[in-house]
């Protein structure tokens, strides 16, 4: 098992930077892959980024690229995403995941991930 919880949420305006950190304990954060996912309200849970165990892989939702940045630092077992010029589609709920499955760029479902955080709330106004 391993435990997740996301941190760092709250209101931005439009144009405007915040950081997520995701905190696991549990198991060994490194042999893990993580992801980034969010969920507006009345839409389904979708695919934001994800790294591999070594952070050596990246892949990211067309929208977000060159905006947001996922990283990892298996020392302190935390994932990171990194979020700047926040537009207001991005408002969400933002969750992340792990799973112990290798990731490809196929790797964007939520049914692929194993363990799951509460979410943080990511509101953007304009």
């Known amino acids: 098992q391993v435990q997740l919880v996301e941190s760092g949420g709250g209101l931005v305006q439009a144009g405007g930077s915040l950081r997520l950190p995701c905190a696991a304990s549990?198991?060994?954060?490194?042999?893990?892959?993580m992801a980034w996912f969010r969920q507006a309200p009345g839409k389904e849970r979708g695919f934001v980024a994800a790294i591999s165990e070594s952070g050596s892989l990246t892949f990211y939702e067309d929208s977000v690229k060159g905006r947001f940045t996922i990283s990892r630092d298996n020392a302190k077992n935390t994932v990171y995403l990194q979020m700047n010029s926040l537009k207001p589609e991005d408002t969400a709920v933002y969750y992340c995941?792990?799973?112990?499955?290798?990731?490809?760029?196929?790797?964007?479902?939520?049914?692929?991930?194993?363990?799951w955080g509460q979410g943080t709330q990511v509101t953007v106004s304009s």
């Open positions: 995941a792990a799973t112990y499955r290798p990731i490809y760029s196929g790797s964007r479902t939520p049914t692929r991930y194993d363990f």
């Open positions: 549990g198991r060994t954060f490194s042999n893990y892959a």
